[in-house]
Structure formats: structure tokens, C-alpha cells
């Protein structure tokens, strides 16, 4: 269970994902110089854009974009496929804008004194930094001019014009400096509140993390403590220990939350799968001009993880990524007042765990959105519109209609038990006969039958309570039938029962017709290519996939593998109950998925096929491939003709197999309709079943009250049996009725007129 | 909940038990735990309310869902 109802838990799982993380180029650079944002703003050809994110990070951007000795470089991504990016010579190149350094800022006086001694690059650093939070700054040098090692550049690479300029800074920020002189170490530390020796030069012990000597108020730094000439890193220098010298100032802790600090190494993850290689635009000896600046820009690939995003249309249907969206989602729950603009995004999410399988650090995005729906559940602030539908179906199914249990008929004990699911039975009832025909010819034992939902719709919608009553519901037949081993064609009926019920013996039915063998009449012999797709609640079941492409191949196909199976499969749109909280996402998540391949699909799910079969992509459940099938690829049955199929098949086999009768159909079931096409298909899209339509004919019928349309003869009436109004226009037909429309509400209107 | 109605599709309507036209009345509407007064075609002697397909798909649905999300 993922806790991010507090605080604490909420920012750990915002930084299990990596996206907000720096690109190694900005990770590595010592003062963490935005690259990847200045050369995308280079790559537009937007010079002065690129040249103050520059600026932004490096106070004498003149002098180091020429002699930076560029770490970054040796970090970038880009070298993995071809050259590293020449970011120095793209920081020079943003030079060339015309820019004015930005008017200097500095803070409201301290009335504290900070002397530092070596006019170095770190030194500067430490001046530029410290007098700009509004201390008074002494700068002393013992040559006669500033920039100590600089100046051993020839003057082809550094322009001698571009250190005057940039150290023109100093006296806008009123700093004192004091060249040719060396002052007395011990007389300073007395004169100053404090002091950074930013020669590197004599016997110090220089704390690593703060610059910090064994005497308070004195700092150190510089390069020669490090041993080569690093201008970059000797910046760093400075710029940390004027960060200690400010916290020492202000008398708060010098070790505090400073990592990342200096070069470091990132988590960020790129994939440069799909990255062509190229190597750098050669660098004239004068720089890139422009055109060469933009095009060596635009090489960089931008550094990013986003491969859930990659991957989700869920995620992508939303502009942004997990970190963002787990804060998202934590702020919906925390809504006391006010809407929750959040509830649609939440129940969208398939919870079919593709992010989690292509993460680099494993981030569940599912998980979170699961967690959530519970905790709304809990909170009594989940939409009632989004789930009923499908919770409806799931209570129809464990209901009197459809949920069974027996022993193999003339048996009384049970070695194996079918479970074939709710969905299977909907979708192909024959089917399920077929199979379990197969069962009882090929293990010995008995195999009892047991029709029922295992709760998943339940687990989707985050009502625990309901997922527990399915489960208990289970449990309890299972055991009055001995706890045989049971066999499953639903891979969510397998994943809910394997995460919850360990305790149950469990078969997938792939892996049995494996075992078993097919039934003679099963191989057909046919050489199509045809692309299998595996139900995203497979996919860390490889057992189940590889019993699949066996019996696939086995049939005579030729296995085409999508772009993405097995662990990185895709959900058909129905998990996680995506299709009722969002069915345009639905939509296209199913669009994406069967245009993948233009190869015929086929799977081992029900909805996976129905689904895709829906959208037009010919595609066949594994079990229409071994006993036939009477959609042959195209479309299944609708929700009402699925809650038919269901008890169906319940009444048939107990009374051919066990010679039981079912008695108690409702009254109104007995209502016969004429039902066009198109209004069967209005009813699916406004999820209405034909016994809803029943139900209104009924107690309009039996003197409920009902409007009549003068001109067409019409009759319209309603009747709300829950928590949803069902509206039917119709005429009577011989012995029943023509229905020509329906429409539903939830919103419950004028009391007293309901029966 | 301000609703206009189009009162177009009501007016080929009559209460089949009454047998006379509707006539608009403000009618309670509740969901949720929240309700308004809005104004619906009613049969004048039995009370029937007729909630137009318009009305229920377009602005009911709406509120429905502002509401589920409060
Ligand atoms: S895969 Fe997604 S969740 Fe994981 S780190 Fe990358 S962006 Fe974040
Ligand atoms: S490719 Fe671009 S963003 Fe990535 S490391 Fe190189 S310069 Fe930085
Ligand atoms: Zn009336």
C-alpha cells in the first residue's frame, strides 16, 4: 500500500521518479550552468534567450566561455551516440548576443565585513557572490592586476577586452580591491567578520563540504589545493565557500541540506534508443559563427526520462508526469471545499502497471491511482457515475443469474475446478462449455464448475469492501467443494486470486492445453501471420505467454511480436475500468494498440478482444482459434445480450448437465421488444441494458404514470429502480413493443412521483 | 442550476393518464445531497415531471457532474 496521504510519504514518492532530475551536462558543470535549456533556446536561434540562462549560473561569462575546461562535455549524453555536444564553444557562441549584463541586484546591506584574499577566478567568484547578498567586500592581490591564471591564455582565446569587461563588474558592485598587496593572514582575520583565502596556498585543513578552516571566520579554497588548473572548479570554490561564509554570518548551519553541490552524478535516465548518431559541427578556431552554433545546438537531444509518458497514453493525455501527478492527485484527497478537478484523472488510469515495467526506478503509477480510488471510496467523495455500470455488471454476475457452483455432474469430490470468468461467459458462452467438456475428458479427479466474478471491476474502483465479498464469495464455494486446484481462462481472475488468495491452487488454462494437448480438431493448419497481444494482467506471468505462443504456433501461425509484449504490453482500455471514468481515452488508448501491427491480432482475453474487435482490427480470442468461434474476429455481444449470454448458460448447463431447473425470472423479463440496430447501439453507448427498458415498460405498463405524443402515438415514460432514471419512448407491437429511444439521468427529479 | 428549457420538445407531450398538456412549474432537482428549483414541464392535475433527452444529456448531465466532483 502506497501511503501518500502525509507529507512525508508524498515527497518520498515524488522523488522516486527521475524526471525533474538535472541532465548530466548540468549535473557535472560545477556551477550547474542549465545547459540543456540554453541550447534549446540556441537551437531556436534565440542568442540572448540562451546567452541569459548562461549568464544566469555564471558571473564572468566573458572570460569562462572561453577557458572553461567544460566537464560537461566528458558527461554529455550526446556522446553515446556520436559525438559529445562542444557546450564552451556554444556558451561562446551565445556571447555574440548583444545583451547588457542585467543591472546588479544587491541585497540590503549587512554592515559586515568580508575580506578575501587572491583575485583568482575563485576568489572573484567568492566577491561577485557574497558583496550581491550585501556584504562589503575587500578583495587583495598580491599581483598587480585580477585574474591570476587567466592571463596565461593566449589572447586568440581569451580577447583581452573580454576581461575588462566582465571584471567591470567589481566596481558596479562597490567592491574594495587592493592590488600588490599580501596582507598579514592573522591581522586580517582581526580586522574581519570574515575572511576566504582564495589562494590555495599555505598549511590550512579545509573542510571538503564547507571551505572551512580549523579557525571560524576563515575559509579557504582555490586551486591550488586541488592540484590542476580547473578554472570552472575554482568558481565552484569560490561560490561554495561564499555560500558557508553567508550561513556563517548569519549564524545558521554550514552543513545543512548541501548536496549536489559542486559536480555531481545524476539519476536523471535518457533512453537514446532511436537517436541517430552524428558527430559535432567542427569548431573553427574563432568559434561557430551562427548557422554552426544553431546547428551543433540542435544536436543536443535534450535530455529527459519520461518513458511511462513514451509508453501511457493515460499519461501523455494529461501534459505532464508521475512526480507531477502523484502532488496532483495528493491535493485532490487533501480538498476539504471546492471541486476536485482531479477525480477524472484518477479513475482514467488503467492501473495495468506499463509504467512501472519501464521505469528505471519502478514508479507505479497505477498503484497510486488504485490507492487513491480507495481512498476516496473512504472518503465518500468517489463519483457515483463512474464505476456503477461496471459494478452493476459485477454484482450481476456473483448474483442468483449467473454465480453457480457444482461438482463435476455424478460426482462428489473435486480435483480441479473451472473458473471461466464473467467476462469469457459473456462474451462466448459456447466457449465455456466447450472448455469445460475438454476438462472433464482430459483430467481425472473431476472438475467441478463455478461461475462467478472474482472481483476485479471491485479492485478497480477501490471498493475494498466489495473486492472482499467477491473474494469471500469464492472462497466459500471453494471450499465446500474441497479446494480443488482451479483452472483459469481470465488473467484477471489469475492475477486477483494469485494476489490474494495464495493460498489457492492455481492453473492457467494456457499452460494446461499446453500440458494436455490441444483437441484433434483444433489445428488448423493455416500459415498467417497473426500478432499476438498479451492482457496487460499477464504481464509478469511468462509462463502463461510462452504457453501462448506454443499453442499459437502450434495452430499454424506465424507469430508476429508487437513493438510491445509480454512485460511491456498494453491494457486494452478496460483495466483499471478506464473505458467508464474516460471512454475517448479508452478509445484511443484501443486506436494505438491495434495499429500497431497489420497483422490480425489474437489474445487470451475476452474484453482485450471484444474491444479491439470493436474498433474494427480483426482480432480472436485463443479459444476461437481452438474451438471456434461465432463472431470470427468481429464484433462481440453488447452488455444486455452479455448479462443474457451469462444466464444462459447458467439455466443450460444445470439443466443438461446437473438435470436442475432454474425458476424466478423476473416478471418484466418476459417483456418482449422489438429493438433496431441502432437503438441497440444507442443503448450500449448511453449504457442502458434492454432489462432497464424492461423494468420502465413494465411499471408504466402496470399504471405508472407515462406521457402520450398527440402526433406520433408515442408513449414515454420513466422509472428509477435505483439510483439512475431510465426514460423509454415506445409503442406497443402485437405482443410487445417498439422501443424508439432512452435516455437516463441521475439527478433525481420532483418527489413523490416515483413508485 | 440556471436551466433554459427548450420548450419545443415538451409541447408535443400530454400526460396519457390525465390527458392535458404540461404546463411549466418550478420542480425540485436533487442530487447528491444538493438540490434547486427548476422549472419543468409538469402535468397540472397528477404532478408527472418530463424530463426532455435534451435536458437530461445536456445541462443535467453537467451539473451531475460538477456535483459528483464537489
Ligand atoms: S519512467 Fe516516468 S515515473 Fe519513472 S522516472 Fe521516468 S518519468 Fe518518472
Ligand atoms: S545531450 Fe544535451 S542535455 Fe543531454 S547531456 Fe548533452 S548537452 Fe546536456
Ligand atoms: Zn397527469
Redesign the pocket.
Known amino acids: 500500500m502506497i501511503d501518500f496521504m502525509d507529507q512525508k510519504g508524498l515527497r518520498e514518492l515524488e522523488a522516486r521518479c527521475i524526471q525533474d532530475e538535472a541532465?548530466?551536462?548540468?549535473a557535472t558543470c560545477p556551477l550547474h550552468v542549465d545547459?540543456?535549456g540554453m541550447?534549446a533556446a540556441l537551437g531556436r536561434g534565440d542568442f540572448a534567450a540562451a546567452r541569459a540562462v548562461y549568464q544566469k549560473s555564471v558571473p564572468f561569462p566573458g572570460i569562462v566561455s572561453r577557458v572553461c575546461d567544460e566537464p560537461?562535455q566528458g558527461?554529455?549524453?550526446?556522446?553515446q551516440v556520436g559525438e559529445?555536444?562542444a557546450?564552451r564553444a556554444l556558451e561562446q557562441a551565445c556571447m555574440q548576443a548583444d545583451v547588457p549584463r542585467p543591472p546588479v541586484k544587491k541585497l540590503r546591506a549587512r554592515h559586515k565585513r568580508v575580506a578575501v584574499i587572491g583575485g583568482g577566478l575563485s576568489g572573484l567568484t567568492a566577491v561577485a557572490d557574497l558583496s550581491r547578498k550585501g556584504y562589503d567586500l575587500t578583495l587583495y592581490e598580491a599581483a598587480d592586476r585580477l585574474g591570476g591564471r587567466i592571463w596565461q591564455t593566449s589572447a586568440t582565446t581569451l580577447p583581452r577586452e573580454l576581461i575588462a569587461q566582465d571584471l567591470a563588474l567589481l566596481s558596479e558592485l562597490d567592491v574594495a580591491v587592493k592590488l600588490e598587496t599580501s596582507p598579514d593572514l592573522a591581522a586580517i582575520c582581526q580586522d574581519y567578520d570574515a575572511v576566504y583565502l582564495a589562494t590555495g596556498q599555505g598549511e590550512v585543513h579545509v573542510d571538503p563540504l564547507t571551505y572551512a578552516t580549523d579557525q571560524p571566520g576563515l575559509f579557504a579554497g582555490g586551486s591550488l589545493l586541488r592540484g590542476h588548473w580547473s578554472p570552472i572548479a575554482s568558481m565552484s570554490d569560490g561560490r561554495r565557500a561564499a555560500v558557508s561564509i553567508d550561513r556563517y554570518l548569519q549564524k545558521v548551519s554550514l552543513t545543512a541540506s548541501r548536496s549536489n553541490e559542486g559536480a555531481y552524478e545524476t539519476k536523471l535516465y535518457?533512453n537514446t534508443t532511436g537517436v541517430g548518431a552524428s558527430d559535432a559541427v567542427p569548431l573553427p578556431v574563432l568559434g561557430y559563427s551562427a548557422e554552426e552554433a544553431i546547428a551543433e545546438a540542435q544536436?543536443?537531444?535534450?535530455?529527459q526520462c519520461l518513458e511511462c509518458v513514451k509508453v501511457c497514453a493515460y499519461l501523455e493525455e494529461y501534459g505532464g508526469y508521475p512526480r507531477q501527478y502523484v502532488r496532483t492527485v495528493y491535493n485532490n484527497l487533501s480538498i476539504v471545499m471546492g471541486e476536485r478537478h482531479a477525480n477524472q484523472f484518477i479513475n482514467s488510469c488503467a492501473t495495468c502497471g506499463l509504467c512501472a515495467a519501464v521505469c528505471p526506478t519502478d514508479f507505479d503509477m497505477g498503484a497510486v491511482c488504485k490507492t487513491a480510488r480507495s481512498v476516496m471510496v473512504q472518503q465518500k467523495r468517489m463519483p457515483p457515475s463512474a464505476h456503477e455500470f461496471a459494478l452493476r455488471d459485477m454484482a450481476f454476475s456473483n448474483g442468483d443469474k449467473f454465480a453457480m457452483a457444482r461438482n463435476q455432474p455424478g460426482t462428489t469430490t473435486s480435483a480441479y475446478l473451472f473458473f471461466p470468468g464473467c467476462q469469457l461467459a459473456g462474451s462466448s458462452p459456447e466457449q465455456v462449455t466447450a472448455v469445460y467438456d475438454y476438462l472433464q475428458a482430459n483430467l481425472s479427479g473431476g472438475v467441478g464448475l463455478m461461475l462467478g466474478c472474482c472481483g476485479a471491476p471491485a479492485d478497480w474502483a477501490g471498493r475494498d469492501d466489495l473486492r472482499a465479498a467477491a473474494l469471500a464469495q469464492f472462497q466459500e464455494s471453494h471450499a465446500a467443494l474441497g479446494r480443488p486446484k482451479v483452472v483459469l481462462a481470465c488473467s484477471s481472475c489469475f492475477q486477483m486470486f494469485k494476489a490474494r488468495l495464495p493460498e489457492v491452487e492455481l492453473v492457467s488454462l494456457w499452460t494446461l492445453l499446453q500440458e494436455k494437448g490441444m483437441p484433434e480438431t483444433a489445428v488448423s493448419g493455416a500459415s498467417d501471420a497473426i500478432a499476438i497481444h498479451d492482457p496487460c494482467t499477464t504481464r509478469y506471468e511468462t509462463a502463461v505467454q510462452d504457453s501462448v505462443r506454443h499453442l499459437v504456433s502450434q495452430l499454424g501461425y506465424d507469430i508476429a511480436e508487437l513493438p510491445r509484449s509480454r512485460e511491456t504490453t498494453t491494457c486494452c482500455g478496460f483495466g483499471g475500468l478506464m473505458v467508464y471514468a474516460n471512454r475517448d481515452l479508452a478509445k484511443k488508448v484501443v486506436a494505438q494498440r491495434i495499429a500497431e501491427s497489420p497483422a490480425d491480432y489474437v489474445t487470451y482475453c475476452a474484453v482485450c478482444r471484444d474491444y479491439f474487435a470493436a474498433q474494427g482490427k480483426p482480432t480472436r480470442h485463443l479459444l476461437d482459434l481452438i474451438f471456434g468461434s461465432s463472431h470470427d474476429g468481429g464484433r462481440g455481444p453488447g452488455f444486455s445480450q452479455k448479462h443474457e449470454n451469462r444466464a444462459r448458460l447458467k439455466r443450460q448447463l444445470l439443466q443438461e448437465r446437473w438435470g436442475e431447473m432454474v425458476t424466478g425470472a423476473e416478471e418484466y423479463a418476459s417483456i418482449r421488444l422489438n429493438l433496431s440496430d441502432a437503438l441497440l447501439a444507442l443503448l450500449e453507448d448511453r449504457l442502458i441494458l434492454v432489462e432497464d427498458l424492461q423494468q420502465v415498460i413494465a411499471y408504466a405498463e402496470r399504471g405508472g404514470h407515462k406521457l402520450l405524443n398527440a402526433q406520433s402515438g408515442h408513449f414515454l415514460a420513466q422509472f428509477r429502480p435505483n439510483t439512475v432514471t431510465y426514460w423509454v419512448e415506445y409503442a406497443p407491437d402485437g405482443d410487445g413493443y417498439t422501443v424508439f429511444n432512452a435516455y437516463s439521468h441521475r439527478m433525481d427529479v420532483g418527489e413523490g412521483k416515483r413508485p | 442550476m440556471s436551466v433554459k428549457l427548450d420548450l419545443s420538445d415538451a409541447a408535443n407531450w400530454v400526460c396519457a393518464d390525465c390527458q392535458v398538456a404540461l404546463i411549466i412549474k418550478k420542480v425540485d432537482v436533487s442530487y447528491l445531497g444538493s438540490s434547486f428549483p427548476v422549472d419543468m414541464p409538469v402535468c397540472p392535475q397528477c404532478g408527472l415531471v418530463f424530463v426532455p433527452e435534451a435536458l437530461a444529456l445536456g445541462k443535467m448531465a453537467e451539473v451531475e457532474k460538477t456535483l459528483e466532483d464537489k
Open positions: 541532465p548530466p551536462c548540468q545547459v540543456r541550447l560537461c558527461a554529455c549524453t550526446r556522446g559529445a555536444i557546450i535518457t544536436r543536443c537531444i535534450q535530455c
